[in-house]
């Protein structure tokens, strides 16, 4: 059975601007994969990669899918945009796919599924009252 956020300690989800920016989530896993792909790779020296991922979402997206995957209605607040924020936020992979034959596997989803199972099993760990012995 899937943990179930309690709705009453839930706290908003504060977006800035009108959650219209864009940005282009990678999972840590795709990041460590393409970290890997350039340490190992033959003849990189001095080569930079752009790593990420090059699916932009907007911010409001990422607000709904938190929302869909706790499975709560977190309230949603909007703060203004500070002015030094960018509008767009996304990486092109192309070098890294063509010379490293790199590309991110996980999608928002499921990272997003990975991350949460992952937070949820740390609080467990965290609060499990202490074993006597």
Same mark, same amino acid.
């Given at each position: +059975?899937?943990?179930?956020?309690?709705?009453?300690? &839930?706290? @908003?989800?504060?977006?800035?601007?009108?959650?219209?920016?864009?940005? &282009? =989530?990678?999972?840590?896993?795709?990041?460590?994969?393409?970290?890997?792909?350039? +340490?190992?790779?033959?003849?990189?020296?001095?080569?930079? =990669?752009?790593?990420?991922?090059?699916?932009?979402?907007?911010?409001?997206?990422?607000?709904?899918?938190?929302?869909?995957?706790?499975?709560? $209605?977190?309230?949603?607040?909007?703060? @203004?945009?500070?002015?030094?924020?960018?509008?767009?936020?996304?990486? $092109?992979?192309?070098?890294?796919?063509?010379?490293?034959?790199?590309?991110?596997?996980?999608? /928002?989803?499921?990272?997003?599924?990975?991350?949460? &199972?992952? =937070?949820?099993?740390?609080?467990?760990? /965290?609060? &499990? @009252?202490?074993?006597?012995?």
């Amino acid at each position: +059975m899937a943990a179930r956020a309690v709705t009453s300690a &839930a706290e @908003p989800i504060t977006l800035f601007g009108d959650g219209s920016q864009t940005r &282009a =989530f990678c999972h840590v896993s795709d990041l460590v994969r393409g970290l890997q792909a350039v +340490m190992e790779g033959e003849g990189l020296d001095g080569e930079v =990669f752009n790593l990420g991922n090059a699916q932009e979402r907007t911010i409001s997206d990422l607000a709904r899918l938190v929302q869909q995957a706790c499975d709560v $209605d977190l309230p949603i607040v909007y703060e @203004p945009l500070p002015t030094d924020d960018p509008t767009r936020r996304c990486p $092109d992979i192309t070098k890294a796919r063509t010379r490293l034959g790199w590309e991110p596997a996980v999608s /928002m989803e499921d990272g997003l599924r990975r991350t949460l &199972a992952y =937070f949820r099993e740390e609080f467990a760990r /965290m609060t &499990a @009252p202490a074993s006597t012995q």
